[in-house]
């Protein structure tokens, strides 16, 4: 405690240090690396099939939205039949891959949740005596 004028009392507070602070920090990074490296050692395949599968879903409104703003674009430019044709062709090439997408994450959450269960069981059982 610190004596102020007039007899009041303030706490010493002393500012945390940077080592506290980022401990936790340091500890889920390391926690990350251990869940990855689980995953990489349980499916090696599926691991950067499933993050590939992720990249691809993820990007898939941003390029949708690239696509109707050049169509709008295009249409109000040029009238051309051809711009049309391509542009709904290039929509329908997006719509397949959305449909596509959503069971193929499916099963490579299903595929991978399995395999690092089976992984850590196994790793589990094998450490104990």
Known sequence: MVRLAGGLRRRNRNPPRL????????????????????????????????????????????????????????LVSEQSRMNVIIFALAFSAVALVRAVSSPVLRYLTAELTRSVEARAKDELYTALP
């Open 19 to 74: 080592r506290t602070r980022f401990s936790r920090v340091n500890e889920s990074i390391g926690q990350l690396g251990a869940a990855i490296m689980l995953g990489w050692r349980a499916a090696p395949w599926t691991l950067p099939s499933y993050a590939a599968a992720q990249a691809v879903a993820g990007g898939l409104p941003v390029v949708n939205a690239w696509l109707v703003r050049d169509a709008i674009d295009r």
